[in-house]
């Protein structure tokens, strides 16, 4: 199963195959725990999101249009079950969500500076809301494209831009402050 | 920035305990796809029984953990805001039409006695003015279909196929692929590019004469081209964070949505109206009402995690038609102008509201399911992209 491609290991889970069940797992599990925790940024919580999306995306593999790529399907129920968690959390906190999504509006593209390391990274993604994150996320770590992030988060993709935009604004900026 | 550098930086970050929750999540994601060693994901029924088994523990779990407390209070609050009990299932549109439906499977034809037919697999579509045609993107291709779901023509071009709009006459279809607007004719013949490096936002054809195009270019201008010529006939900057563009059905005014404010344009591309959104809130999206006289807009507060349905329009007083904890999605008015659907996300819910009788709300539950059928776990909350037809057609 180690060389299959994607369609015939869909098919094989679909028809059955608990080898590419697991070969799907192995193949996407890193990303997808990855992503979960770089947008909730709480280990036992990214557990949870990503071990819930593998068990939704499996549960209705049966009617998986086979044409399509796993990977974005997978991800999309990933990102958004991450995006709620952080929500609910943001509301059980009682205060404001961060600052305000929109307070921020840029229209300059951002500075050409360079990001450090993942721990610095890692760091300056906590001043971001959470729908930021997750579309900072989508578009670097998954190496989706403004247009599929639209349809995965079912946001126009001008919205897309925008938070991709103030996300590495602030990014920039968290990471200039870290840095004195 | 350096985005290279970037997707490096993500690339190192490692959640605490990697490998034991792989361990954790394979041994999980074995027992639910496995009974007594037998493979099962195709079995009818122990894969979703065992599933619902996990996800009902799950949400017990869920439900009684400090962040589930904080989930019910939502839902709580959400379901009783005020306003009607929930129907359960979408047996009736309130008035007279059929609605256009992109959801994770494919467009859906919702009749006004409820009925369904999902179209095929695509991503986005529009409907063709007079509604016997929907346009379609899949990827690299756009098709035209009928309400029976039958390919007519398909093309394919290289970039990534998105945003169809029919022309009001009927004979045109824009479409933006790649950073390029591209325009071809209703039998699929003629396809050509009319402007390069246009951003990301969906073309708008003005009614009237149906041969002027209206987009947002990638230097941020609106620029109004007429599709026979090439010519330019206005041009106006465009707001920050611009995400739609609508022409009023008698082409008089175009509605320009942008992230904190909303503009009416004339013709020329002259500004005859904006609206700023408040501080610390923003418009998710808005559409003309058919008269072209106001403007529906969902306006999000982020801090308060609420958002508003709001009544808008040149020399009228703002008017709340709803307001509801979390996330509203888009709006669309039904064409006799008569309702309005709201998208209620955060509820799993559409809202059919009378703006002239803000009080007459009926809410339809599980919109998700619905348009999902099947699914143990609804992934992507439909959108209602148009409701088909205008008076008289």
Known sequence: MEGASERVLVKAAQDGSQLAVEELFKRHWSDTHRAAYLIVRDAAAAEDVAQEAFLSALSALGRFDRRRPFAPWLHRIAVNRAIDWSRARAVRREVAAGPALLDAIGSEPPPDEALGSGAEVEAALGDLPAEQRAVVVLRYLLDYTPGEIARMLDLPRGTINSRLRRGLDRLSGSFERERG | ??????????????????????????????????????????????????????????????????AGAAVRHLVRDAVDDGHHPARPALASLPTAGRLLVDSSQGPWIVRADGSKRLLGSYDESTWSPHGLYVAATERHQLAAIDPEGEVRWTIARAGRVEDPAWSPDGFRIAYLSGSQLRVVAADGSGDRALAAAVSPVGPAWAHGTGRALSFVDSAGSIRTLSVDTGGELSTAPAPPGTRRLEWSRDGARLLVVAARELQLRDRAGALVWQRQAPRGAGFETAALSPSGRDVAAVLTTQAAGRSELLRLGPGEPPRRLFSGLGRLGEVAYSPDGRWLLLAWRSADQWLFLNPAHPGRVVAISDISAQFDPGATSPVAFPRAVGWCCPAGR
Not at chain 2, 8 to 15: D, H, K, S, T
Not at chain 2, 46 to 66: D, E, M, N, T
């Open chain 2, 1 to 66: 920035m350096n985005e290279e550098r970037l997707r490096q930086a993500l690339r190192e970050v490692e959640a605490p305990d990697r490998r034991g929750a792989e361990e954790r999540a394979l041994r999980i994601v074995r027992a639910a796809t496995t009974a007594a060693g037998e493979p099962v994901v195709k079995r009818p029924g122990f894969g979703r029984r065992g599933l619902r088994v996990a996800v009902a523990v799950g949400l017990i779990a869920a439900l009684v953990s400090p």
